[in-house]
């Protein structure tokens, strides 16, 4: 019996620990050769390794995803590997530091868009060029139940993931004719690693935030994530098209 996707190539950024290390992890599994990106070397050779001595297929590269130059050579990478691409899954993102408008910097503002949201744009333009010509293909976004609701941290990060999702709809719409899906996942509180990108953490976004956290369910693994994301990408899900996909254990229900 092959796996879910067998003869598949599937880029992952983010992928040197947290979901995104759980979603290499599991597509290789599954049968896909795996481009792992992320900008911490170590932390993305430990997950290729784990990958490679499982029996799997995965290669490394370090990559900036606010950078659009770092982005362009990820798939000229994929391409040069694999010669083909079917799958892009863009993972890699930061927390703010729970700041409200109000106090919210230009340098936070700047710094988390850059990453969470100019790069899923560069990333999902060079897809798109990538699968016209094949007339198939399919981008995974991983936003955030933050670009659903507005209470679950501060300015900068609510907005940057609302444009992920945004995005992820106007693409799915726009190409829908072209055999192109585009889905999102948004994760509710999952344990992985982001904290470590907070930065000093504004005391009344802080505090506001925290209102609703009583009504969050104990927090989610990387794996739940992952398994989401595979049926997304997979051919199983071959009629699901623009959707948000919330993962959050029923946070985002009251």
Known sequence: MTGRLENKVAIITGAGSGMGASMAKLFAKEGAKVV???????????????????????????????????????????????????????????????????????????????????????????????????????????????????????????ASKHAVVGLTKNTAYMYEPDGIRVNTIAPGGIKTNIAESMKGVDEHGMKRQMVGMGLSPEPGSAEEIANAALFLVSDEASYVNGVVMPVDGGWTVY
């Open 36 to 158: 792992a990106a992320d900008l911490n070397e170590e932390r993305l050779q430990e997950v290729v390794y784990a990958i490679t001595d499982a029996g799997g297929d995965a290669k490394p590269i370090r990559v900036d995803v606010s950078n659009e130059g770092n982005i362009k050579e990820m798939f000229e990478f994929a391409q040069k590997e694999y010669g083909k691409l079917d799958i892009v899954v863009n993972n890699a993102g930061i927390m703010d530091n729970m700041a409200a408008a109000g106090d919210v910097t230009d340098d936070m503002w700047q710094k988390v868009f850059a990453v969470n949201t100019d790069s899923v744009m560069y990333s999902t333009r060079e897809a798109i060029h990538a699968f016209l010509p094949q007339k198939s293909g399919t981008i995974l976004n991983i936003a955030s139940v933050g670009g659903t609701n507005g209470g679950r941290a501060g300015a900068a990060y609510t």
